[in-house]
């Protein structure tokens, strides 16, 4: 597999993204960085540490200074500043200094806090993503945002810092487990509604062999996400405009998530977000209500949520008010003019947001109406 994506920002190479099927390579794509005589801290979660830190860190040891692992408990609920903290207490007292390089080995949570670490740690310090979840493959991982959360509020704290590489070793997914696979298919999808009718219908003809996990599918499956996000991401790295569509589903994605406390994954209600933000598409009268249906029902083969259970509709239409995406009080919503082409809206009112909220909110009453 020698697939590579480069990133490029003002016509300047900025990292690049490689695609393999082993860590075999890592040891020589780190070479340009001149690790002889630098230090590495993997920087990974207490699930994703007994999987891979021994073999990482075998293949490091004689390439680099120093190999070290700071591993904490896996998690949303960790993403925190007081993660951060525990972090470079760690660096600071193993002496990490500026041509050091942190190493983010594990899925969202981890790339995104090590991230933002590496950004604010003497001021900034290189860093590697090696994301291990397929949703951290095809998103988080690329683009250069990075957070953590403050009082549950979703990436409340973080910092645009690009890696110095990416590398995916599509291997990992073998060891994935079928809820955090299916998690992840949330953001795929999400590519093909926002930018390329012709993936999202890729992505239905083959659903089988996605959802047995073929190699080559999946492989074909993660470039075409990957090349879709560098188009967008190229163009708005800081996100001033053409890089809100990525956020399809995640306004009210997020504010589901923090009002189930983290409960459901983050692609689960990606998913149910997408699937309120096209409710709400139909209102608007850009989509037809048979495309609503279709795009709500296309997310169950990958065993994805469309509903979920006593939504207290209210409370999180408040909480989507917190959302960081807010511009002069209102929300910066991303809509569908139709599979394929997503657009920003400025206009969606607090009734169509509640209205969409119902769609989602399952209830007994409802059941029995």
Known sequence: MEQILAINFNKKPCYNIH??????????????????????????DSKVEALYSSELKSLLKDHCREVFIFSFDEGEKNKTLDTVK???TFLINHKFDRKDILMAVGGGVVGDLTGYSAATY?????????????????DSSIGGKTGVDFDSYKNMVGAFYMPRMVYMNLSV??????????S????????GLIKDAGFYEWLI??????CEKDPTILSEMIYTCCTIKKAVVEKDPTEQGERALLNLGHT?????????NFQLLHGECVALGCI??????????????????????????FNLPITVDQLDLEAVLNLTKSDKKMEEGKIKFILLKKIGKAIIDNTVSDEEILAALHEINFSEEDQYE
């Open 205 to 210: 003809a083959n659903m089988y062999e996605i």
């Open 173 to 182: 997914l073998k060891t994935l487990d079928d809820r955090q696979f299916y």
């Open 184 to 191: 992840g298919m949330a953001e795929v999808m999400k590519y």
């Open 276 to 301: 309120a933000a096209a409710h709400i598409s139909w209102k608007h009268n850009l989509l037809s209500m048979e495309e609503y249906y279709e795009i709500r029902d296309m997310f169950v083969p």
């Open 86 to 88: 525990d972090l470079y």
């Open 252 to 260: 009210i994605g997020h504010a589901v998530e923090k009002y189930k």
């Open 122 to 138: 003497l001021r900034g310090i290189d860093f590697i993503q090696i994301p291990t979840t397929l949703l951290s493959q095809v």
């Open 19 to 44: 695609f393999k099927d082993s860590f075999q390579e890592l040891p020589e794509l780190l070479e340009p960085f001149q690790i002889t005589n630098k230090k590495i801290c993997i920087v990974t």
